[in-house]
């Protein structure tokens, strides 16, 4: 019974990461964290037999994605700010 469980809730995720070609970045990284955070959650409480974890890592991915996400936002945008000030100072000479 609990192979087919297995069975039922990767063939789920794996339907539900399909539909994420048309979200925006910040949509895949949280989903995406939401989804190793409740795998890692499911294997905690396999072995502890406490199916809670799944739901606790599911959590903690998903805020740990989104938090990921805004880092590399703000390093995108400070890496254009540089191109720009590299750009006008270039023009200047």
Not at 4 to 26: D, H, K, P
Request: charged share 15%; glycine share 18%; hydrophobic share 40%.
């Amino acid at each position: 019974m609990n192979e087919r469980r297995a069975v039922v809730q990767t063939t789920a995720c794996a339907l539900l990461l399909a539909g994420c070609a048309g979200m925006s970045t910040t949509e895949q990284r949280t989903l995406s964290g939401a989804a190793i955070g409740t795998g890692v959650g499911a294997a905690v409480g396999a072995a502890t037999g406490d199916w809670g974890w799944a739901a606790g890592g599911a959590a903690i991915g998903a805020a740990g994605g989104y938090l990921y996400d805004q880092q590399k936002q703000k390093e995108q945008r400070a890496y254009q700010q540089g191109v720009q000030t590299g750009k006008s100072q270039a023009q200047k000479k």
